[in-house]
């Protein structure tokens, strides 16, 4: 019967997959994969043999109806993001919506994501929190900082290298400099590390350096008025 199985990979050490991820990946017929050469390097690693085709942020709108077509006719799909979750920050929703709507099976499986991780690390309250992912980069950004600083739970952000000390400096700009924060970088991979203190800290911790992979920033929930 025809479905479509959302599968998280690994965010950094291969070894952070399910069994039941493995096998989902040998059963289907087709995978659709957000980076084909992280896709297939994943596949060469647990010996798996399929066929493997794009599908990302600037492709998505265009391959939904083949991609329908091909679940119509009953073949079993497979979408993996470039790491983690699909749909989490990463292409997945139009698909499963047009999924759902064409009444085509969907089924997400349990796996890595790489805030959950940096939040329990963080020291910060974690039984409510507030997912924004990546913050607007132009249009929007400064009324969107100032509507997440106001949230009373913790907040999570992620950010890419290239943008993180501008971040930072418009966090401190919005949040205040004593509100606390962690950034982790490299989640799961050899040289994973977090940072923890106040936004000014954190900002001076980045301040003359050239930062490299990917952040997820945690911020404690505004206090008081």
């Given at each position: 019967?025809a479905?479509?199985?959302?599968v998280?990979t690994?965010?950094?050490n291969l070894e952070?997959?399910t069994r039941?991820a493995i096998?989902?990946?040998q059963?289907?017929d087709?995978?659709?994969?957000?980076?084909t050469?992280?896709?297939l390097?994943?596949?060469?690693?647990?010996?798996i043999e399929?066929?493997?085709i794009?599908?990302?942020?600037?492709?998505?709108h265009?391959?939904?109806?083949s991609i329908?077509g091909r679940?119509?006719?009953?073949?079993?799909?497979?979408?993996i993001?470039?790491?983690?979750?699909?749909?989490?920050?990463?292409?997945?929703?139009?698909?499963i919506?047009?999924?759902?709507?064409q009444?085509?099976a969907?089924?997400s499986?349990?796996?890595?994501?790489a805030?959950?991780?940096?939040?329990v690390n963080?020291g910060l309250p974690c039984d409510r929190?507030f997912?924004?992912?990546?913050l607007?980069?132009?249009?929007?950004?400064?009324k969107?900082l100032?509507e997440?600083s106001?949230?009373?739970?913790?907040?999570?952000?992620?950010?890419s290298?290239?943008r993180l000390l501008?971040t930072?400096?418009?966090?401190?700009?919005?949040f205040?400099?004593?509100r606390?924060?962690?950034?982790s970088?490299?989640i799961s991979?050899?040289h994973e590390?977090?940072?923890?203190g106040?936004?000014?800290?954190?900002?001076?911790?980045?301040?003359?350096s050239?930062p490299?992979?990917e952040y997820?920033?945690?911020v404690?929930?505004?206090t008081g008025?």
């Amino acid at each position: 019967m025809a479905k479509l199985y959302v599968v998280p990979t690994p965010v950094g050490n291969l070894e952070d997959i399910t069994r039941r991820a493995i096998r989902v990946l040998q059963e289907a017929d087709l995978i659709l994969a957000e980076d084909t050469r992280k896709g297939l390097n994943l596949l060469r690693h647990y010996g798996i043999e399929k066929q493997v085709i794009s599908y990302h942020k600037d492709n998505e709108h265009r391959m939904v109806p083949s991609i329908l077509g091909r679940l119509q006719e009953g073949q079993t799909l497979a979408l993996i993001s470039e790491a983690g979750m699909p749909g989490i920050s990463d292409p997945g929703f139009l698909l499963i919506r047009a999924c759902i709507e064409q009444n085509i099976a969907v089924e997400s499986l349990p796996g890595p994501t790489a805030f959950v991780p940096a939040l329990v690390n963080s020291g910060l309250p974690c039984d409510r929190f507030f997912f924004e992912g990546f913050l607007p980069a132009k249009k929007g950004r400064n009324k969107r900082l100032k509507e997440v600083s106001r949230l009373p739970h913790t907040i999570v952000l992620y950010e890419s290298p290239h943008r993180l000390l501008r971040t930072l400096k418009d966090l401190n700009e919005h949040f205040g400099k004593e509100r606390r924060a962690s950034i982790s970088k490299e989640i799961s991979k050899i040289h994973e590390t977090t940072f923890r203190g106040t936004l000014e800290e954190l900002l001076k911790q980045f301040e003359g350096s050239k930062p490299k992979g990917e952040y997820v920033i945690i911020v404690a929930g505004a206090t008081g008025k």
